[in-house]
């Protein structure tokens, strides 16, 4: 691969040229047509870019040759991790390019600032200058980059001092590393879409968790304080479309093998079955809208108690591709994660410390006694709550079933009292008999 990427600062010379790149000045983000024999047949698109650059995106796979500065970097490395054999479509350009895509770049990359192209994390205006600025998505109502990554990135910056010093190594690592894995996106030959960045963005959070840069920890390697932080911190800015984030971070720990539970953060899971074939809303926001209802039954936001729901389905008996929405299974679980704001959200000012431990059991009797009701209009029956001493729940410290519908009470209530109405009936005629038979027997005597 590096002799590749060394053969190709001789070989582009061959392309057509559409700028420069100097080993030792670039600049960045310049870009050539380009055929890459023996290694491609067609020519492809290349970038000059930064050594640090290629670095952190390809997780240290890939470098400049001769420790240059800069270097050019094709289009099927960056964008496939092909490094010979086809050019796709949309790295194709000169005469090898389809009909239907121009052979010239479709934006002029002197609008986008040079530092766009190698971001160093450090900068959460990068979104705003780079990636609004190349895709302006905001006046149509859809940007990640200003709706969700831009505060992302700044709760990061705002709270920084308040994480260890692996925690902060992290923290560099992942913010550059988010703004890298979209660095693609800017070059002036792509077309992308408002809901394809975000798809794109959102794919790149478990990766850049993982491996946010080479050489730097992992989320794996941070601590239970430090990632707990970092989650709840961004939950509680109730930052918009993020619960898919929320997820991918679970999920990811807990791949880690960590202990993600313990008497700060409690795991509640509710068990549902099915009572229709066809469950008309996605799991996710029922899970959302169950974890809201018993959050304002219990006045968790005022006692200092954040919250998360989601899906969580039994997978043991599920098809392999199935994924946490998925409604063909007769049995669905929604999982509850509480924790106390004192402890892990650095929003939170004087917020009262809350005993989770013990709220999961209020929860838990609060359920049992019917103070509080999951009413469920999607084809699902509550059947089971659980308080758990694990994140997978396969050990538990109580196990309660819900109250009976109010319905169902308001009938037992009028069967009961209907029951009590016969007896006093019944018994007062037999008073009435017994008074009548010794009357008679008196009247006889006279």
Excluded at 353 to 368: P, Q
Excluded at 385 to 406: I, K, R
Excluded at 424 to 429: D, K, L, Q
Aim: hydrophobic letters at 35%.
């Amino acid at each position: 691969m590096d002799f590749l990427l060394g053969l190709s600062l001789v070989l582009i010379l061959t392309g057509f040229a559409r700028g420069d790149c100097d080993r030792n000045v670039g600049p960045a983000g310049t870009n050539k047509c380009v055929l890459l024999q023996p290694y491609y047949s067609r020519y492809q698109w290349a970038t000059c870019l930064t050594d640090q650059y290629i670095r952190t995106y390809s997780e240290g796979k890939h470098e400049c040759r001769f420790s240059s500065t800069y270097c050019w970097y094709q289009c099927m490395i960056e964008v496939h991790s092909i490094d010979e054999g086809p050019v796709y479509d949309d790295c194709a350009c000169g005469r090898d390019a389809p009909r239907n895509v121009t052979t010239q770049p479709t934006v002029v990359t002197s609008a986008i600032p040079e530092w766009c192209f190698s971001p160093s994390g450090t900068e959460c205006s990068w979104y705003r200058d780079c990636l609004e600025k190349r895709y302006p998505c905001k006046e149509k109502g859809n940007s990640y980059a200003l709706d969700y990554a831009e505060k992302f990135c700044k709760l990061y910056q705002d709270h920084y001092s308040e994480f260890d010093d692996i925690g902060q190594q992290w923290i560099d690592a992942v913010r550059k590393c988010l703004q890298v894995k979209l660095v693609p996106i800017l070059r002036p030959f792509v077309k992308a879409t408002c809901e394809g960045i975000k798809h794109t963005a959102f794919d790149s959070h478990p990766g850049c968790y993982l491996h946010p840069d080479e050489g730097k920890p992992s989320i794996c390697d941070i601590g239970f304080a430090n990632w707990a932080r970092v989650f709840w911190t961004v939950k509680s800015a109730v930052i918009q479309d993020a619960r898919a984030t929320f997820k991918q971070m679970l999920d990811v720990v807990q791949g880690c093998g960590s202990v993600l539970l313990d008497n700060r953060m409690q795991l509640i899971k509710l068990n549902f079955k099915k009572t229709k074939d066809n469950i008309q809303r996605r799991l996710d926001e029922i899970a959302k809208n169950v974890s809201d209802l018993i959050s304002e039954k219990m006045s968790w936001f005022k006692r200092g108690i954040m919250h998360f729901g989601y899906p969580a389905q039994d997978r043991s008996n599920r098809n392999k591709r199935a994924t946490d929405n998925d409604t063909d299974v007769d049995n669905l679980y929604i999982n509850i994660l509480i924790a106390a704001s004192s402890e892990f959200d650095l929003n939170a000012k004087n917020i009262p410390a809350a005993n989770i431990s013990a709220e999961a059991i209020d929860v838990a009797k609060a359920i049992e006694n019917g103070d509080v009701r999951v009413k469920m209009e999607d084809g699902l029956e509550f059947t089971e709550l659980s308080v758990c001493l694990n994140y997978n729940c396969t050990e538990t410290s109580l196990q309660v079933t819900p109250a009976p519908s109010e319905e169902i009470e308001k009938d037992g209530g009028i069967r009961a009292s209907t029951v009590i109405i016969i007896v006093v009936a019944a018994t007062f005629f037999l008073v009435l008999v017994a008074l009548s038979v010794v009357v008679l027997r008196k009247m006889r005597k006279c």
